[in-house]
């Protein structure tokens, strides 16, 4: 069988994967996804202790990322300065109390990583693809297994991902997604990403030993929601993604960070984002209105 090529691992804050020409899994079973997971942070990502990671929240509450105040670190090294530009602006946005806006409050597709904002993930695995089910506005994401990339990948919304299981990892490699878009940016401190962005995603199911590690980092990071389907005291198993981002016109390096979710609520809500004339933010929405009624 012909094998993806792989990038070099120079340590967890750079760890990437690139796929070549495809792989099959490894021998046994692949590992098994199934269940409903959920974490319950925001704005969700998991900066690493050392080395390029994401961006922290500037403005704290309690210790931790103050969510009312959307300050991403401007000063984080990855970011070249264009991209520390816009983060800053944003932040300045946030601390005047202005919503931004994003791809969430303006109801547009959220490609990874900003879409790990959403807390519940469902992972449907076939031989051929792997689906990925977010729980918010019916966000869906298909990887392709054991394919290349095409030659001319044309940019949509979520980009053309293609996967492969090394041992007891999916890694799901992603290119193609559209930076010529409203709301172009990587997470809620509005982090931009160009055409050159390549997404690497590592998933593990892991105990709560190895997580605990992502989950202190988390909680040491993020605002805990309230009523979140995570049972604070679970210990079983979790389900770890640590993603590396590269993109040469946006970031200094390549730059890695985690999210760690548990089982959680079976209860799979309807979370719908609904366009409106009332607009979020500093601009109004544009809706079409009809001139005479329907009916």
Not at 94 to 122: D, M, T
Request: hydrophobic residues 35%; glycine residues 8%.
């Amino acid at each position: 069988m012909r094998r993806w090529g792989t990038l070099l691992l120079a340590g967890l804050a750079s760890a990437a994967m690139t796929p070549g020409l495809g792989q099959t899994p490894g021998a046994g079973a692949p590992p098994d996804f199934s269940g409903i997971w959920w974490h319950p942070y925001l704005p969700g990502m998991e900066p690493l202790a050392s080395g390029p990671t994401s961006l922290a929240n500037r403005s704290r509450a309690n210790g931790v990322s103050n969510y009312s105040q959307l300050v991403g670190d401007y000063t984080n090294p990855i970011l070249q300065p264009w991209a520390a530009e816009i983060v800053k602006k944003n932040g300045e946005l946030s601390i005047a109390g202005v919503v931004f806006p994003n791809p969430a409050n303006q109801c547009w597709p959220e490609p990874a990583s900003f879409i790990y904002k959403n807390f519940g993930l469902q992972i449907l695995q076939e031989p051929d693809q792997v689906t990925l089910l977010y729980e918010q506005d019916h966000e869906v994401r298909r990887v392709r297994m054991n394919q290349s990339h095409p030659a001319d990948v044309k940019p949509s919304w979520y980009g053309d991902s293609v996967g492969y299981y090394e041992g007891d990892t999916l890694v799901v490699d992603t290119v193609g997604i559209r930076a010529d878009r409203p709301h172009a940016m990587l997470d809620l401190y509005g982090t931009p990403n160009t055409k050159d962005i390549h997404f690497i995603e590592r998933f593990r199911v892991i105990d709560y030993e190895t997580a605990k590690d992502g989950l202190d980092r988390a909680a040491k990071e993020n605002f805990r929601i309230n009523n979140s389907p995570v049972d604070r005291d679970y210990r079983g198993k979790h389900l770890q993604i640590q993603f590396t981002v590269e993109d040469k016109s946006a970031f200094t390096m390549p730059w890695t960070a985690t999210m760690t979710y548990a089982l959680g609520s079976t209860v799979w809500p309807e979370t719908v984002c609904a366009e409106n004339t009332l607009g979020f933010g500093h601009e109004a929405a544009v809706v079409p209105v009809a001139a005479t009624p329907d009916f």
